[in-house]
Structures are given as C-alpha cells and as structure tokens.
C-alpha cells in the first residue's frame, strides 16, 4: 500500500514538472529561436545593432550628400538598416517630377549601392502590382 502512494506521488511529480517545462518552453522560446524569428528569409531589411551602429565609418550627413548628388530632390525619410548582410543607410528622395527614389548609401564605404524608383503600388503593399511592374520593365525595350 505504501508503494502505490509513493509511485502515485512521484507519477504526479512528474507530471506536474513535465507540463510545467511543456508550458515555459511554449512562452518563452530560447535565443536561438528569437535570432532565427528576426533575419528575413525573403531579403529585406534586419534591425541594426548598437554595436554595428558604432562601427559605421560614414555619417548620415555624408550619406544624404552623396545621394542627393545622384537622386536631386528632396529627402522624405531615411533609416540605417542592414540589407543582404550591408549596413546601409536607406534613403527615400522625391524628385521634383514627384516621383520617389530609395537610393541606398553603403554606411561603411559611403558607396551607392542601390538605386531603385519606388511606384505608388509598391508604398501601400500592392504586391502583384509591383510584380507586374516589375515584369512589363523587364520587357521594355532599351531605347538608345
């Protein structure tokens, strides 16, 4: 009789034990998990660090001058992200045809890297718009 307590007592144990680590690994998932949740599997743009902030050789004033020497206009918004593994600083430019421009400066070597006509489907999220966009500029043809 006392044997069955006993193993009834330790069963319940570690059942309570057993969901109790069930539960804590269901709402709070380990680093490796958190660090996997933030990279983008499609490409775009990750979170800066503190630390790479402190790294990056090129101000956001040279940035902005050497992209408003390749895109005139004025700057609408600007951000330092890190895109494809590159910290850049990311920097959208409304020409005076109001057309908007994302020219992206290299934040370490102060390089364009990136300059690419933003469409108005593309700003509010209209991705088959911006595939066929994309699709009918690829069949233009080049006109000399």
């Not at 044997?3 to 319940?12: E, G, M, P, T, Y």
């Not at 690994?25 to 499609?42: G, H, I, L, M, V």
């Amino acid at each position: 009789m006392k044997i069955k307590a006993l193993l009834a007592i330790l069963f319940s144990v570690m059942l309570v034990f057993g969901l109790a680590t069930i539960t804590n690994a269901q709402t709070k998932p380990d680093e490796n998990q958190k660090s996997t949740d933030k990279q983008k599997d499609d490409g775009e743009d990750e979170e800066v660090s503190s630390a790479e902030r402190k790294q990056v050789k090129i101000s956001a004033e040279q940035a902005r001058r050497t992209a408003l020497e390749r895109v005139a206009g004025t700057i609408i918004e600007e951000e330092l992200e890190k895109e494809n593994g590159k910290i850049v600083y990311s920097i959208e430019i409304r020409d005076t045809n109001k057309k908007v421009f994302d020219v992206e400066v290299d934040a370490n070597t102060g390089a364009i890297v990136n300059v690419e006509e933003e469409n108005e489907d593309e700003e509010s999220g209209d991705d088959d718009a911006t595939e066929k966009s994309k699709e009918s500029k690829e069949k233009s043809p080049v006109k000399d």
